[in-house]
């Protein structure tokens, strides 16, 4: 029998990943499953996306690219930066990778060597750890509880650095959270990060348009952060492209340049349509994206206000992306009178088989109180879900 290789061994599937695939065997089945579980915007790609896209077809863009990019994709998301983040990166200093996540994994595996710690604050996005590990890091981790609204402290990060770290990595707006830090918030963990420039900040921005309390503000605009900070962006989430698979770092040019060496062993350049249809995103303003946040927007307020409804939910107010992070450590050590909930994931597949409504457990994300729940989907699927959960845990006794 083949003997799989240890680091494969090692590393764990998605929970994301698996709930969506066991949420799609029941609706197979015949279930009336309501999936609340991947990260995905409901919309389509806008139209003058999707016409773009056919438009470089037609123009013969099916050859080969640049490992990094297309120059005129990464001249526009040098633009980008500069126009809505007031960051100065050189198109020289941009990598396009197929998804965020890709960006992510270059970025860990060209500068973690094995033993390197890198502070993660938790919760988490379930790849971070994966991928940390993947590279024989050390992942450390900051507890960030609801009632700190998910985020960490300066104090915390200073009191974590030893001579050992090498990165720090987090989001914002943050999956699974839906937390946003403040300028002022970012600003003063730069000032932690300016005492110990071996520290790279990775600065996972994915969500950045879905944002409800207005400005995004990036960890990399302070200039003491020029040298060790790298961005990662894409066009997934703001601009519902997720199968597009296109993401990207700003980062230090000699990071730039081993992610592009490191990529062109793995994967060689992004699809070259797909970052036609990248550039056609980043460059024609449309009222689209206003239109997706002010409805994931008016989502996530009924969702609250449908949540507060059910007993023993604690909750905060998310100020970006699409996800609600309850803590329902209320119901652990209740029973239906079958099983008794032990944990977030005993709840999530207690929800799945009674309410039919497939959530992810706050384990896969670093917290042992919390579950994911999604609203990137319809209003009406929403509301149902709610009323299933709600008549679901009202059982547990």
Known sequence: MTKLAG??????????????????????????????????????????????AKKAIDEGYTHYPPISGY??????????????????????????????????????????????????PAPYWVSYTQLIQLAGGVPVFLDAGIENDFKVTPA????????????????????????????????????VFTKHKSITVLSDEIYEHINFIGKHESIAQFTEMKDNVVVVNGVSKGYAMTGWRIGYIGAPLAIAKACDKMQGQ??????????????????????????????????RDFVLNMLKEIKGLKLNTPNGAFYVFPDASYYFGKTDGKMVIKNPSDLCMYLLNDAKVSLVTGEAFGDNNCVRFSYATS??????????????LDKLH
Do not use: W
């Open 266 to 299: 793995f994967t060689s350049a992004a699809s070259s349509i797909a970052q036609k249809a990248a550039m056609i995103a980043l460059t024609q303003n449309t009222d689209d994206m206003n239109t997706m946040v002010e409805s994931f927007k008016r989502r």
């Open 379 to 392: 209003d009406k699927l929403l509301v149902e879900a709610c009323k299933r959960l709600k008549q679901s």
């Open 71 to 120: 120059a005129d994709v990464r001249k526009a998301i040098s633009e980008k930066f500069k126009k809505e983040n007031s960051l100065n990166f050189s198109p020289e200093q941009i990598v396009v990778s197929t998804g965020a996540k890709q960006a992510i994994a270059n970025v860990v595996l060209c500068l973690i060597d094995p033993g390197d710690e890198v502070l993660v």
């Open 156 to 191: 915390q990060v200073e009191k974590a650095i030893t001579s050992k770290t090498k990165m720090f990595i987090f989001s914002s707006p943050c999956n699974p959270t839906g937390t946003v830090y403040s300028k002022e918030e970012l600003g003063a963990l730069a000032q």
């Open 7 to 52: 680091r494969i061994e090692r590393l764990t599937e998605s929970q994301t990943i698996a709930m969506a695939k066991l949420s799609r065997e029941l609706q197979e089945q015949g279930h009336d499953i309501i999936s609340l579980s991947l990260g995905e915007p409901d919309f389509i790609t806008p139209e003058y996306i999707r016409e773009g």
